[in-house]
């Protein structure tokens, strides 16, 4: 694969610390949460980052298999998306789940659900995941 675009970004100080783009386009402090025992400061974390990205670009995917249907798809469209962070079952480590969930208002529930899923083949996030962590994703 030949890239046609290259992002570059740096994380100091790990899940207490910082990240920004080589840019400087995006520049934010990392707090660990509670929940992985951390203090839950005002920063974000490496999962709600994975969250906005994956979400962003599987709603450009869709974008993108609706237009070659010549289906539009409204401003209001929208993808959520939710990460998990955990141990992994072998203890080795920790591992990550998704939940898509796309709503694509003015389109019929089937017709959104063929979209979806092809949307899933295109994107590259969605590639990037398969077979490596367990990943659910419905059309509202």
Excluded: W
Excluded at 10 to 15: C, E, S, W
Excluded at 26 to 39: A, C, Y
Excluded at 45 to 57: D, I, M
Excluded at 104 to 109: S, T, V
């Amino acid at each position: 694969m030949q890239a046609l675009y290259t992002a570059h970004a740096h994380a100091t100080g790990g899940r207490e610390g910082a990240a920004a783009t080589d840019d400087g386009k995006l520049g934010l402090t990392l707090s660990t949460p509670k929940e992985l025992g951390g203090g839950g400061g005002a920063g974000t974390n490496p999962e709600q980052l994975f969250a906005a990205g994956y979400a962003a670009c599987f709603l450009g995917a869709i974008k993108f298999v609706a237009a070659q249907d010549k289906v539009k798809i409204t401003d209001d469209a929208k993808v959520e998306s939710t990460v998990g962070i955990g141990k992994r079952e072998d203890s080795t480590g920790f591992g990550l789940t998704v939940t898509l969930k796309a709503t694509l208002p003015g389109i019929d529930h089937a017709t959104a659900q063929d979209i979806v899923k092809r949307a899933d083949v295109v994107c590259p996030y969605s590639h990037a995941t398969r077979g490596n962590i367990r990943v659910d994703i419905s059309a509202a």
